[in-house]
């Protein structure tokens, strides 16, 4: 218990020579403005990257090394053999600044395109041709990929970090899947209001931070020291403070009672008749089916949702271990974990209500549900309830505007699982 513990709209699209980039002349949308959320508008991350001239997702590559270790285990997590890219054709979709395609680039696929419509990431990329990171045999397209048409098919296709958060997520990721081949690997990433709640909980301090100042700038710097200890949780982090405030609190997603996620089950159901689960990161499906079992009409996408339903609670912290949440006898009550998955989703909801106003009045709304989510978490999720308990009272801190001293303890320390990785192979029929 709780008292316990944009971008423009691309006008054409025309084919590109390997390593050449259509050129574009950015505007004052390239300059740095004061940002102030609009509750009559979704955001998308295109639109708000181009407007603050920022790509928030840059890696650390200083240990290249480290960096290859690190995809090179996603992507065998996520069923894909590195060695069996070589040759192949590859489509990335919002690569971003290319750090992660330098690794694919690596195995040496056949064709590799890399579609962004955001000017800062089409530099970023350009500057990595340029310089011999990623070789010339990169097509790189200046396109928004919810508009870029192509009759090519591909045998992997990567949607990384840039489904969850889109106006209609699933007819983004059906429209995406249209490029990959029969028999291919699509791969991309989901979130969902459990996954997310912590982050979510520390989205709730944008208010007080947009009162602080309206400069950009200095909003990223006010967040930067209020999250520092937070982020200092993650040993491994590969990027800056800087980027994570801005990509996490400082843009917003405004969706209508929590259709701002993407969540596991969502994407399966979007891509049900045409694709099948193959893995996803981090691992929660365990099949023992004998493999002559299973015939052409394969229910494995009924079974992984089965699976994750199971998993849920341990999506809500990074620190617990869904063996533990199955001791625990917790996996065995369904109707229980949907019960904290509503209400993540309404917190989520007020959430998106208190920024968009800039008001903290339903804050106490978000109280209350954090209370009784605490009664339904097992006594082995008792740090969560720790963390969930810290930020009720830190949060009415900062709702004052009392953003020093670091109104946070043991809530720095609470992590959901935000993101998930999923890959799905292409059905042959």
């Not at 709780?2 to 949308?29: E, N, V, W």
């Not at 299973?294 to 063996?323: I, Q, S, T």
Request: hydrophobic share 40%; with cysteine; proline share 5%.
């Amino acid at each position: 218990m709780l008292d316990q513990y944009g971008m423009q709209r691309i006008q054409a699209f025309y084919p590109l020579r390997k390593g050449q980039l259509m050129t574009i002349h950015p505007s004052s949308c390239m300059k740095t403005t004061p940002w102030q959320p609009d509750p009559d508008h979704t955001v998308s991350f295109l639109e708000f990257y181009a407007k603050q001239n920022v790509i928030p997702v840059k890696q650390d590559l200083t240990d290249l090394a480290r960096h290859f270790a690190r995809r090179d285990y996603l992507y065998r997590t996520l069923g894909l053999v590195p060695q069996f890219l070589r040759g192949r054709s590859v489509i990335e979709f919002g690569p971003g600044t290319g750090d992660n395609a330098v690794y694919t680039n690596h195995l040496q696929p056949g064709l590799y395109h890399l579609v962004d419509g955001n000017p800062a990431s089409l530099s970023a990329i350009r500057h990595k041709i340029d310089h011999g990171q990623l070789s010339r045999n990169c097509t790189l397209i200046n396109a928004n990929f919810i508009e870029y048409e192509c009759d090519q098919q591909f045998d992997l296709v990567i949607c990384e970090g840039c489904i969850p958060g889109q106006r209609v997520p699933g007819e983004v990721l059906k429209r995406l899947g249209r490029f990959c081949a029969p028999g291919g690997m699509l791969i991309t990433t989901t979130s969902s209001a459990v996954s997310y709640l912590a982050e979510t909980c520390r989205q709730l301090c944008y208010p007080a931070i947009a009162m602080a100042s309206s400069n950009f700038d200095e909003q990223v710097n006010i967040a930067a020291s209020l999250f520092g200890k937070h982020l200092a949780f993650f040993q491994c982090s590969t990027r800056s403070i800087e980027d994570w405030v801005t990509d996490n609190i400082l843009f917003h997603w405004y969706g209508v009672n929590g259709a701002d996620f993407f969540s596991i089950p969502d994407a399966l159901h979007a891509m049900d008749d045409a694709f099948r689960f193959h893995a996803s990161s981090p691992r929660f499906f365990r099949d023992l089916r004998w493999y002559k079992t299973v015939d052409g009409n394969d229910p494995v996408n009924a079974l992984v949702l089965e699976e994750y339903w199971a998993f849920l609670p341990a999506l809500l912290d990074c620190r617990v271990d869904k063996e533990v949440i199955v001791a625990n006898g917790q996996s065995a009550d369904l109707a229980k974990n949907r019960q904290i998955d509503h209400i993540c989703q309404e917190i989520s909801t007020i959430r998106s209500r208190i920024i968009a106003t800039l008001s903290y009045d339903p804050l106490d709304e978000v109280i209350v549900l954090l209370d009784q989510l605490g009664r339904l978490l097992p006594p082995v999720m008792r740090q969560t309830c720790a963390g969930m308990a810290d930020f009720a009272v830190g949060i009415r801190q900062v709702a004052e505007g009392r953003l020093q001293p670091q109104p946070f303890n043991a809530f720095c320390n609470w992590w959901g699982r935000g993101q998930q990785y999923l890959s799905l192979i292409k059905n042959t029929h």
